[in-house]
T-cell receptor, first 114, second 111 residues
Framework: EAGVVQSPRYKIIEKKQPVAFWCNPISGHNTLYWYLQNLGQGPELLIRYENEEAVDDSQLPKDRFSAERLKGVDSTLKIQPAELGDSAVYLC????????????FGEGSWLTVV | KQEVTQIPAALSVPEGENLVLNCSFTDSAIYNLQWFRQDPGKGLTSLLLIQSSQREQTSGRLNASLDKSSGRSTLYIAASQPGDSATYLCAVIRGSYQLTFGKGTKLSVIP
């Protein structure tokens, strides 16, 4: 069974440019998360989806960040315009829901803004 | 607000040694606790999930315990190997599947 797939793995962009990250969760997982991880820190939640509904986006900086999960499967996270401080790892995770289920992470998308 | 602390931040041990990684949390009203491993340049790999009704979980050389009343969890690694070198993160899970992570413990196992 394929795990959580993210692309691109690495991205270098100039500040003020847009960037988008894509995530394909494990088949059948209706809960999808986007996390931000800065160097030397633990991941922090940006947004959580239950199917196609964003049920927790309180930590998403909505002035420049947006996300969507059309049809409740794949998801895209966009930053426009990117700032130097956005350089980080963007992790996607999924689970089948329920408090007793393991959460699985992708390999992450590593963003460098120059 | 839930706070998760992992001590030590870094640990270096000789191969073959048994070791314990610590995770403490401030709010004991959690559903589960999950331990992850992160290799350099990689995402997070789930190691063990302990549900709130459980006190420990084992997988191979790994054993994780959970004491909700004291707000602590430990990850025990037996007979450490160089391949165990990585950063280990714990995450507490409470309402609405909200995960709060610690900053991790960077483990180096010296051959």
């Amino acid at each position: 069974e394929a795990g959580v797939v993210q692309s691109p793995r690495y991205k270098i962009i100039e500040k003020k440019q847009p960037v988008a990250f894509w995530c394909n969760p494990i088949s059948g997982h209706n809960t999808l998360y986007w996390y931000l991880q800065n160097l030397g820190q633990g991941p922090e939640l940006l947004i959580r989806y239950e199917n196609e509904e964003a049920v927790d986006d309180s930590q998403l900086p909505k002035d420049r960040f947006s996300a969507e999960r059309l049809k409740g499967v794949d998801s895209t996270l966009k930053i426009q315009p990117a700032e130097l401080g956005d350089s980080a790892v963007y992790l996607c995770a999924s689970s089948s829901g329920g408090s007793g289920n393991t959460i699985y992470f992708g390999e992450g998308s590593w963003l460098t803004v120059v | 607000k839930q706070e998760v602390t992992q001590i030590p931040a870094a640990l270096s041990v000789p191969e073959g040694e048994n070791l314990v990684l610590n995770c403490s949390f401030t709010d004991s009203a959690i559903y589960n606790l999950q331990w992850f491993r992160q290799d350099p340049g990689k995402g997070l790999t789930s190691l063990l999930l302990i549900q709130s009704s459980q006190r420990e979980q084992t997988s191979g050389r790994l054993n994780a315990s959970l004491d909700k009343s004291s707000g602590r969890s430990t990850l025990y690694i037996a007979a450490s190997q160089p391949g165990d070198s990585a950063t280990y993160l714990c995450a507490v899970i409470r309402g609405s599947y909200q995960l709060t992570f610690g900053k991790g413990t960077k483990l180096s196992v010296i051959p």
